[in-house]
């Protein structure tokens, strides 16, 4: 999806509690099905760390419009989604079918499930729309199987560090900052709220809710979009956007 420069903000509702993608659901809905950055990058990379996932029973935590979800059914997972946003679970629905198990639910919140109900969580861009990653995290453990995976993609630390520093602006890496973004999708532009934080800060939340680091990946767009994207592709294959994760419940 296209972006405008990130610009750090005082603190906002938005920024503490999430995000709220009901204004423009079905604009960035649309996007993510083609764009480079989703279609041929993040959705491939985290299908590929899920590998054979047959069987297992899956929460897409912050599943949007099911793409995702889509992706793991077909590889004949059983998978639940949850997201904060009404309109994109309508969405959702009308992809997934009226039998399939998808729920409002805050991330910030508790989770309406009992312990150690899947054997995978996946998280795709998710985990930056919030402050504080210590409650969630430990619900995400806590509906989690012992051994269980957590598998989680976020705004890549240095991408938007990089940004700003060749905007002439002097963040603190080490800061972890609010950030506001314009973003441009099929023609609708809308604001977007996130938070930054360094790498440390993400494997010390992760330690500190009861999961191992088992991978930390940084992976390429698929070959596919060399020749779909010219201009874009050799931005994002020298210079990753996302970092990706997967951690275990021990």
Request: aromatic share 10%.
């Amino acid at each position: 999806m296209g972006r405008m420069p990130s610009v750090p903000e005082e603190d906002s509702q938005a920024a503490r509690r999430g995000y709220d993608y009901d204004s423009f659901a079905e604009a960035y809905s649309a996007e993510n099905e083609t764009s480079l950055l989703n279609a041929y990058y993040e959705r491939p990379a985290t299908l590929e760390l899920a590998g054979d996932v047959r069987g297992r029973r899956i929460l897409d935590a912050g599943c949007g419009s099911g793409p995702l979800f889509q992706a793991l059914r077909e590889r004949g997972a059983a998978v639940t989604g949850v997201d904060a946003s009404p309109r994109m679970l309508e969405l959702a629905r009308r992809r997934l079918g009226a039998e399939a198990d998808l729920r409002v639910v805050d991330l910030a919140d508790p989770l309406p499930f009992p312990d150690g109900a899947f054997d995978d969580v996946v998280s795709s861009l998710v985990l930056h729309y919030l402050r504080d990653w210590g409650p969630t995290l430990a619900e995400l453990r806590r509906v989690l199987r012992t051994g269980g995976r957590l598998i989680a993609s976020v705004c890549h630390p240095l991408a938007e560090y990089c940004v700003a520093r060749l905007a002439g602006r002097r963040p603190d890496y080490f800061a972890t900052a609010v950030v506001t973004e314009e973003w441009s999708m099929s023609g609708q532009v809308a604001p977007v709220t996130y938070w930054h934080r360094p790498l440390h800060a993400m494997t010390d939340a992760f330690t500190a809710a009861g999961f191992r680091v088992s991978v930390i990946g940084e992976p390429q767009p698929v070959p596919a979009a060399r020749e779909l994207f010219p201009d874009e592709f050799p931005l994002l294959a020298t210079a990753p956007s996302f970092l990706f994760f997967v951690l275990r419940a021990d």
